[in-house]
């Protein structure tokens, strides 16, 4: 195999088959009702580094503190920054937030992306990823959560979950990931698989003493078997 081919190993029999395996240990998932387009992007950059429950806390604590998206366009930068605090990296994030709502708002003369919803997968993925700050997971979670449209967001739990059960390349990156799961896993599939893979990441197979035994997957994870084996991390595996 060349050097600059890593191997990705991923099929959609494959998929299926381990969305069905994670269903029976974590039971069916109902869609939640989507936010709107800003509205998910703005909390999905609230999230970058970060769990749900703080990113959630400085989301919720932004639309108390404001009326919409135009007051957070207007306030002080410093002020955004203390609001959202609670989700780290709070100097960073707000600067991000209020660039992209000036920009939306020189573009469209009003804070909302619902046009996105008449674009083309390819045109609404590229208006997004235009933003400074946004990268392929964080356009992924808006096309996926907010605008029900094909897209697989690989977070760390995601990447590990999947690098393990595969034994992709380690060399793959999670942006390399996340289009391969695009091609192979069914549109109908992406919203469950993606959020049981995620609670599976945080719970089940976790960054140090997984707990294989307990792991549905283990059957086709040549990284769990060797866990077992060996009673101990793997080290010189990065996922």
């Not at 998932?29 to 998910?40: N, Q, S, T, V």
């Not at 909302?112 to 997968?121: A, I, M, N, P, V």
């Not at 919203?191 to 792991?215: A, D, K, M, T, W």
Request: charge should be positive; glycine fraction near 8%; aromatic fraction near 8%.
């Amino acid at each position: 195999m060349r050097k600059d081919n890593p191997r990705i190993g991923l099929a959609e029999k494959r998929m299926r088959r381990m969305e069905a395996l994670l269903q029976v240990q974590w039971g069916t998932i109902a869609r939640k009702p989507a936010l709107g387009p800003l509205d998910e992007l703005i909390l999905t950059i609230l999230s970058q580094n970060t769990n749900d429950q703080n990113s959630g806390r400085a989301f919720r604590a932004l639309r108390h503190k404001w009326h919409d998206w135009d007051e957070v366009r207007k306030a002080p930068l410093r002020e955004i920054e203390e609001t959202i605090q609670e989700g780290g990296l709070a100097h960073i994030k707000a600067g991000r937030i209020k660039v992209i709502l000036e920009q939306i708002y020189k573009e469209r003369g009003a804070l909302r992306l619902e046009f996105l919803k008449t674009l083309s997968d390819r045109e609404a993925w590229d208006y997004l990823i235009s933003f400074k700050g946004v990268g392929p997971k964080t356009v992924a979670c808006v096309m996926l959560f907010s605008l029900n449209r094909p897209a697989f967001p690989v977070d760390t739990h995601v990447y590990r979950v999947v690098g393990r059960v595969t034994g992709a390349d380690e060399r793959i990156s999670p942006a390399q990931m996340q289009e391969e799961l695009r091609k192979v896993v069914p549109p109908g599939l992406m919203y469950s698989f993606h959020l049981h893979l995620v609670r599976h990441g945080r719970l089940v197979c976790r960054p140090h003493n997984p707990l294989c035994e307990g792991c549905n997957l283990l059957s086709s994870c040549a990284y769990g078997k060797r866990f077992l084996r060996s009673g101990s991390h793997i080290p010189e595996n990065s996922f």
